[in-house]
């Protein structure tokens, strides 16, 4: 009679979890507020902006829009899956193996820490503020360094949260932060900045549809350009990021 | 009745080098197919010239090249001529790299340009298993079409998947894609920007973040021809370039090579 009990109630939890997949953890983690210091990065734009390469609304638009198919989006989107799903299955090896292969892919010194500072401080407000019983077996499997993507993936699995939502606020809010960086170095206003990202919805529904199976072999980019503005920031002159 | 497959190209070189007493040499070299290892005399240590009779890669072709570089042993290994990629409407043709590096020892991998010609296809796969104090040098450029014939304008089918570990972990992976009209995306501002030639400068060393300042230094006259950036990380070196001229990068590049090797400009001849 007990033993029945308790199945009926880990079946109705079971069942309650997949009918009402949280979301609400989103928008605290990948809020601009969240103490992981999103504000001082800004993946290479300071360069461009410098340079002249993105000057207005529409080369900003220009620039970002090619990294939802082969520059850093697409790349997160598919991490982001690959270590959700890894997390989700308990498999600390294959996580911790996908993060070692996140970090090394990092094209430039600069986005390496962009991502490895950020995945470091998040790991540690999380931990924090919103652990989960699988938490300290990932923990103990990893090395010094985590990069972004793979630690959001980690949370949210361990919170059920479904990969579709994860992965489309994930994308704007590296959209958002961006956009944000710009309109900080005087590129967009406040309107332009909030209707580039309405206008991105669409790419990044599309791109959350495919990271959400998407295999490593999806990983692949072209940014060069992108890539060789963030090792030209290193030695900018006048800086506000740190990427 | 089975219909067999068209017949490609296999190509395959697994070699060794040792050093003997100061000086290296290449030891258990198997060739199979058109591919052929040949070590001229070379004004600084042991020089490959890798050689691949065929001419061409086309598609389907498989080719593959494992080096090993022994303890204290020092090559380099180039290719006699850019490896040209023809047109074909099979499966992209596949490149196998491999290089293990043991202690204290040198691997320089500098082959000439790779070039795409329109509607061709390759896939390469790089690994590299290195001991933490050996020496990487790797230098890649890769061509957009024939751009002398006018061809600037190619589709192709590219994908570059590369890891390479030191000390038995992975520090360093590239996973390039490209499908499709050049043209078409590209030229947009943030990927090629309306460049046709790419190339990758890795250094992985004891020394290699050293050099930082040093490569900055020696590519600087070129900073109007070529886009280019440097960086140094976790004991590597990473240089990446974009020019609208091949003839110019192969230039850059070799002026950025002679930071490690005084034969620089004799590689590519």
């Known amino acids: 009679m007990v033993i029945t009990l308790m199945i009926t109630a880990i079946i109705t939890h079971i069942a309650m979890d997949e009918a009402a997949p949280q979301v609400l953890p989103l928008f605290v983690w990948l809020s601009p507020s969240f103490p992981v210091g999103s504000f001082a990065y800004s993946h290479g ?11 207005d609304a529409t080369s900003l638009a220009g ?14 989107a598919v991490l982001l ?10 498999d600390t090896r294959a996580f911790a193996d996908l993060n070692t292969l996140a970090l090394a892919l990092c094209p430039s010194r600069e986005l390496h820490l962009e991502t490895s500072q950020q995945g470091a401080a998040f790991l540690a407000a999380a931990s924090a503020a919103w652990p989960f019983a699988a938490l300290p077996s990932f923990q103990s499997c990893l090395d010094e360094e985590i990069a972004y993507p793979l630690a959001v993936a980690l949370f949210a699995a361990g919170h059920g949260i479904a990969q579709q939502p994860l ?28 209707q580039m990202l309405a206008g991105w919805r669409t790419k990044i529904d599309a791109l959350a549809r495919f990271a959400v199976d998407a295999e490593e072999s999806a990983l692949g980019t072209c940014a060069y350009s992108a890539d060789i503005a963030s090792m030209k920031h290193e030695t900018q002159y006048s800086r506000l990021f740190r990427s | 009745m089975e219909v067999p497959l068209l017949d490609r190209a296999r190509g395959d070189i697994r070699l060794r080098y040792e050093n003997y007493g100061g000086v290296t040499r290449p030891l258990h070299l198997f060739e199979t197919g058109g591919l052929r290892m040949r070590h001229p005399r070379a004004q600084q240590g042991c020089v490959g010239v890798m050689v691949n009779s065929a001419g061409c890669i086309l598609g389907g072709d498989h080719l593959s090249l494992a080096i090993e570089a022994g303890e204290k042993a020092e090559v380099a290994v180039t290719t006699l001529a850019a490896e040209k990629i023809h047109r074909t409407l099979e499966a992209p043709a596949l490149l196998d790299l491999s290089f293990t590096l043991a202690e204290r020892s040198t691997l320089s991998f500098l082959p000439q340009e790779t070039i795409f ?19 990487l040098l790797l230098v890649d450029m890769i061509v957009l079409g024939r751009l002398a014939s ?59 973040e050293g050099r930082l300042d040093a490569l900055r230094d020696r590519l600087e006259p070129f900073k109007s021809v070529c886009a280019y950036g440097v960086s140094a990380w976790n004991g590597m070196l990473v240089a990446r370039f974009l020019a609208t001229s091949p003839d110019i990068l192969r230039k850059v590049l070799t002026v950025g090579i002679g930071l490690w090797r005084e034969d620089a400009a004799r590689l590519w001849q």
């Not at chain 1, 620039?63 to 997160?76: K, S, T």
């Not at chain 1, 704007?172 to 960086?181: D, E, H, R, T």
């Not at chain 2, 992975?170 to 501002?189: H, K, T, W």
Request: with cysteine; charged share 20%.
């Open chain 1, 167 to 194: 992965t489309e606020v994930f994308l704007m809010a590296f959209c958002g932060n961006l956009v944000s960086a710009a309109q900080k170095l005087a590129i967009v206003g406040q309107s332009e900045a909030q």
């Open chain 2, 150 to 208: 006018g061809e600037d304008a190619i589709t192709c089918r590219w994908s570059d998947s590369w890891r390479v570990h030191r000390g038995g972990r992975l520090i360093f992976a590239e996973e390039s894609r490209m499908n499709g009209a050049v043209r078409g995306y590209f030229d947009q501002p943030s990927l090629g920007g309306g460049s046709r030639a790419i190339a990758l400068l890795l250094a992985v060393a004891p020394d290699a």
């Open chain 2, 117 to 135: 010609f329109d509607a061709s296809g390759l896939t390469r796969r790089l690994n590299v298993a290195m001991a933490e104090d050996a020496a």
């Open chain 1, 63 to 76: 620039w970002i829009d090619p990294f939802f198919d082969h520059g850093v989006l697409h790349n997160e």
């Open chain 1, 81 to 90: 899956n690959l270590g959700w799903r890894s997390a989700r299955h308990g």
């Open chain 1, 45 to 55: 734009l300071e360069w461009a902006i410098e340079t002249g390469a993105i000057r």
